[in-house]
């Protein structure tokens, strides 16, 4: 099996209501790389949020109270605070610096994935998520379908801390025309013994992580990587359908047992 | 930046005592691929551990009171959960088909890393991690050098399932000649806003959840896997050091403030 990624140079700074897949096409036409049948296009949701016009500016938000006793705990911007729980649905854990919520689509992330840093208009300015994610994916897949005459998928990613690994691993926050998720339950092992429940393998959240390798971080910014080689036969499953119900959350039962 | 994933085919099952780097250098002269300088040679904990005699007779386990106990609200095997505590420092959560424990090496993950899927001799065996995960990556990769003759990197891998999301994804267990984890503190951001602690990069397990998409699931059992295109020149960081510390666990602190 060989899979191949490459991230897309020279895309130009996206604002509000750029068509971003005509951009994507323009930025492939410009280099050696070119869209086959079933490539994957993994997109960072914050260039999907900035063509959405997601971006905020801070002076116009007024904190809640219960926000700025929040920003106190974590030493947060209020303003932004007050923007992290418009977008929640609960907050998790508030502790200096960190601020984990349950987003109303339900990732749980720091700061509902809201971004200051990397802006288009500096420090004034939030970037919130884009509003539906797997909607947002599935009209980016039609348009560069149609642009280029090619069967693709398209993942809008995000990367996540981990509570008990350091740095930020990929998270598919929306997805179309993949099998976000694929369940390997009842497929024979190895050596006969059935594979257990946790036999789930989170292709899109894999294939963000990969894209990660290839899109660089901080000041490189290349928004846009190609997968090739993904098999993508398997009926598609939103990205939605990798976040675990609130019921199986781990921290979000009570304990049967606690040991030391 | 371009990067090539590509799963070793034709390994022999591996057993105790095998010289695995030199097995994968003749299961690469059989196949089309080549290693060249600069590759990264992904390896999954299962199969360094049968090559380090890891195996473990359930037979040969009595079970303590407290193994017994913590079988029945978890419905496991006393004597896999035996192990499981012989394994580990801490108990994080107990609960019917769930035990996370914290590892002496410090990984927190279901069952401490112990599978008994997929492992030759069937269900009367457990199949313990490897004892150095770090030591272990730096012998396969000196072997694998002097066998090669070209400069490489190891990175031998695991998956752990999430918190607050469906399915595994690749962690480092051990890695050498990489830099597993690496920091942009410092690093200016695109607008010169300073990237902020969170922007830590998990080189190594990165390349893990890569390796998941070239090496497939359950019966395919392809447990090695090529990575071509990964910057390597930063200086070598063990995969220990992706380990939050223990009094930077997201849930091992008392909280500051919770809401809800």
């Keep these: 099996m060989h899979i191949e990624l490459a991230a897309l140079a020279g895309l130009p700074m996206i604002g509000p209501g750029d068509d971003l897949p005509a951009l994507i096409v323009d930025g492939l036409d410009r280099s050696t790389f070119e869209l086959l049948a079933n490539d994957v296009v993994v997109i960072t949701g914050k260039v999907v949020s900035k063509a959405e016009d997601r971006l905020i500016a801070l002076d116009s938000i007024q904190p809640s109270a219960r926000a700025v006793s929040l920003a106190e705990v974590t030493g947060k911007d209020p303003r932004l605070v007050e923007l992290v729980l418009r977008e929640s649905s609960q907050v998790i854990r508030a502790r200096p610096g960190n601020l984990l919520v349950r987003h109303r689509r339900g990732w749980i992330s720091a700061m509902a994935g809201i971004d200051r840093s990397n802006v288009d208009g500096g420090d004034e300015h939030a970037l919130l998520l884009p509003v539906d994610p797997d909607g947002s994916a599935a009209a980016i897949r039609l348009r560069l379908m149609e642009l280029t005459g090619v069967p693709l998928s398209v993942i809008i990613s995000d990367s996540h801390g981990r509570p008990f690994r350091l740095g930020n691993t990929g998270v598919a926050l929306g997805a179309a025309g993949i099998c976000s998720v694929r369940s390997l339950e009842g497929q024979p092992a ?59 959350d781990l921290f979000g039962q009570p304990d049967h047992a606690y040991g030391d």
């Design 190 to 248: 190895l050596f006969g013994r059935p594979l257990t429940g946790a036999s789930i393998v989170p292709t899109a959240d894999l294939i963000a992580s990969a894209a990660m390798l290839a899109s660089g971080e901080g000041n490189e910014g290349r928004p846009v990587v190609i997968v090739r080689g993904i098999d993508v036969t398997a009926s598609p499953r939103p990205a939605s359908d990798l976040i675990r119900r609130e019921s199986e």
